[in-house]
Structures are given as C-alpha cells and as structure tokens.
C-alpha cells in the first residue's frame, strides 16, 4: 500500500497543531502552577512567622509548643498550596485528598504508640507537671529535668546517669515534684533509752536548727516523741528548708546528729571540741 504524500503532510499537520495546542495549553497551566507553588511558599512562611510571634504574646506559653504549631501550620499551607497545583492540571482533588487521608490514616496505625507520645508531650509542655531543672519521681523514673521534647523527656539522674523517658509513660502515672513547691520537710530519727535526758536532747537538737540559716523559721523546727516501746523511744527531729537546699542540710544535719549523739568521747573533751 503506497502511502499518499498528500495524507502524510496532512497528518504532520494535524499533528504538529494539536502538540501546539497542548504546549500552549499545560504552558499555562505550569506557569499558573508554578506561581502558586511561589506564592504558596511565602504565605506559608509568613503564616509561621505570625503564628510563631502571636503565642509568643501568650503568657507562658511553652517554645516548643509555639515551634509545633507554628511549623503544623506552614505544612498545612503547603498541603493547601500542592492540592490546588494538581488542581491546575486537571487532577481530581478530591480523590488526591481522599487517598491522602487514607495513606495518613494508615500511617497514623502504624505510628500510634510515636503519636501518643507526641500527643503526651503537648499536654506536658501545656500543663507543665514539670519544667526544666526540676527534679521530678514518675514511678520507677526520676531525675532533674533537662529537655522536654515532643517524643520524648531527657532527665539526670542523681547518680549522674543520662535518662530517656517517653512522654507517654510520664504522662499515664502519678508524678512527684521535689522542686515545684520551693520547700520540703525532712525528719531525722534517734532512739534514746529509757533514762536518758530527753530534754537535753532536745535543746541540743533545737540548737543544730537554730545555728543552720538555712533552715526555715516557719514552719518552725520540731521535736518530738515519734514512737515509743518497752526498750527505748523513737526522737524525730522535724525541719523545713528550701527544696534547693534540702540535700545539702539533710546531708550536714545528719552529720551534726551523729557527732552530738553517737561520739563516744567523754563529755569534758566534747565540751572542749577536742
């Protein structure tokens, strides 16, 4: 079959015009995509930076927090910003934004346990049950605050250990703040045997508080009878300090206790510091 020159030429025509069409056509339709794509990214940032600046004007509203929902909303602009450009195609958004939510829904099965710590860490940070620097008891945790983080809280142990806890487990269980209220109370406990001069121990006692300034005058330091048997009784000391102090005057008032109670040393070389 020989093929008509006449036809051939029509066809590259035809051809040639409907490329064109279609150039000029999606040549738009990039152009109009494209600066949405611009203008999309400059209204995200801007809508970031104003999120970002106005929680700041909210009392105590936490930066990690304003980080969060700062950078959610500039991702959300930006989904906005992409389903219009596939708009500008000619793609149904509606399915695009129905698959999407179908992927996300799976995504966020897979994710839960990562999603409840996140949804963990923005009731910490808005509720504050502890703050940096505060040393903190959350069941079998406990440790000084150092970072507060959306999956996961970053704490010091006592002995100098590094602890990683998820926000999820702080968040489920009870949590005891040593730091939170400024004071704590302390008990220190002797046994005395019956005949001994309680009341000496008392003032002696009462003398240890009165010479440490670090310890509060109100509440008052106390001293008492915390049990009593046939063999001995059980003497507490009871005082208040502040919470930044507590384990150093624990730590000197325990030391003072034994010197004035458990020193051997007859009482003329205690007297004379000997």
């Known amino acids: ?39 999309g990214y400059i209204v995200a940032g801007l809508v970031e930076r104003w999120l970002y600046a106005g929680l700041g004007k909210v009392g105590g509203f936490d930066l990690t927090l304003r980080r969060f929902f700062s950078k959610i909303a500039r991702y959300a602009v930006l989904g906005l910003v992409a389903v219009m450009v596939l708009g500008q195609f000619g793609i149904q958004t509606a399915s695009v934004i129905a698959a999407i939510g179908a992927v996300g829904l799976a995504i966020g099965l897979a994710l839960q346990g990562t999603l409840q710590n996140i949804a963990a860490g923005i009731m910490l940070l808005a509720l504050r049950p502890l703050r940096i620097g505060e040393y903190v008891e959350v069941g ?104 930044s102090d507590f384990a150093a005057v624990k730590a000197d008032l325990t030391m003072g206790t034994g010197e004035l109670f458990y020193d051997k040393k007859p009482a003329d070389q205690q007297a004379a510091g000997i």
């Open 1 to 39: 079959m020989e093929l008509d020159p006449q036809n051939a030429v029509t066809a590259i025509q035809t051809g040639i015009h409907q490329a064109s069409a279609l150039v000029v056509t999606y040549s738009f339709s990039v152009l109009g995509a494209i600066l949405l794509l611009v203008i």
């Open 140 to 243: 079998s945790i406990s440790g000084t605050v150092e970072e507060i983080g959306l999956f996961a809280t970053r704490l010091r142990a006592a002995d100098g250990v590094y602890v990683l806890a998820p926000n999820s487990t702080l968040w489920t269980q009870p949590v005891k703040n040593y730091t939170r209220n400024g004071v704590r109370r302390n008990d220190i406990t002797l046994g005395a045997d019956h005949g001994e001069d309680i009341d000496r121990m008392r003032k002696s006692l009462m003398a240890l508080t009165a010479n440490d300034k670090r310890i509060l005058r109100d509440p008052a330091p106390q001293v008492f009878a915390s049990d009593l048997t046939d063999e001995s009784m059980a003497i507490t000391l009871r005082y208040w300090t502040s919470a």
